[in-house]
Structures are given as structure tokens and as C-alpha cells.
């Protein structure tokens, strides 16, 4: 069992930056692929950015519109991930949350993750 909690949001204007964090409870975190999603008012939820474990060490994946933008990173150690988003705009404006998986599969898929925190939001003002 996976708890996760978000925190970071807030209201900040165009071209500004927030750091979105994720506390996981649990001793297997290091194991769990993490990801981040959002939820724009009346949108589904939509996938951000993941974060996973692999044999050849740690990969990430970001959606087009984020790519180059935001930033997804783990402690481990803290039991922790994290979202960087710079250059922010108003079509970020949603509910983020951060979600668990055991597997890698799937990456971008919501349904794919069995675990989610109940979301921070995130108000970009033109």
C-alpha cells in the first residue's frame, strides 16, 4: 500500500516556476514508477511527466506540451518526487497529482496506476 500526498501548488503568473513535491509512504518506494498527471476544469486527466526505475538506471517521460518546460525527479532516499515546472503558462492552469505503479508499462495511461494522491492545485495567471 502506497499513500501519496501533493503540495506545491499555487497561483503564479505567466513565465513563473513552482516545484510540485509528492511524500510516498511505504519502505518500497524506490521500486514504484512515479508519475504526474493533471486535470484541467471541465478535461480529463491528462499525463505530465513519469519518472522509472530500469535496468540501464532512471528514465523519464514528459508529454509534448511539457518537454523542455518541466522537470520530474526523485529522492529516494526522502521518499519523494518532484515536479519542476518553469516557463509556466496559462493552459497549465489544473489539479496535479502523482500517482504509483509497480510496473513501466503503461507509462502515460492513467488507468494504469493503482495508487494517487489527491492533487495540488496550480493557477497560472496571464
Known amino acids: 500500500q502506497v499513500q501519496l500526498v501533493e503540495s506545491g501548488g499555487g497561483l503564479v503568473q505567466a513565465g513563473g516556476s513552482l516545484r510540485l513535491s509528492c511524500a510516498a509512504s511505504?519502505?518500497?518506494?524506490?521500486?514504484?514508477?512515479m508519475g504526474w498527471f493533471r486535470q484541467a476544469p471541465g478535461e480529463g486527466r491528462e499525463f505530465v511527466a513519469a519518472?522509472?526505475?530500469?535496468?540501464?538506471?532512471?528514465?523519464?517521460y514528459y508529454a509534448d506540451s511539457v518537454k523542455g518546460r518541466f522537470t520530474v525527479s526523485r529522492d529516494n532516499a526522502k521518499n519523494t518526487v518532484y515536479l519542476q515546472m518553469n516557463s509556466l503558462q496559462p493552459e497549465d492552469t489544473a489539479i496535479y497529482s502523482c500517482?504509483?505503479?509497480?510496473?513501466?508499462?503503461?507509462?502515460?495511461?492513467?488507468?494504469?496506476?493503482?495508487?494517487w494522491g489527491q492533487g495540488t492545485q496550480v493557477t497560472v495567471s496571464s
Open positions: 519518472i522509472a526505475i530500469t535496468w540501464s538506471g532512471v528514465n523519464t
Open positions: 511505504g519502505r518500497t518506494f524506490s521500486s514504484y514508477t
Open positions: 500517482a504509483a505503479k509497480n510496473l513501466n508499462n503503461g507509462l502515460t495511461n492513467v488507468g494504469s496506476y493503482g495508487y
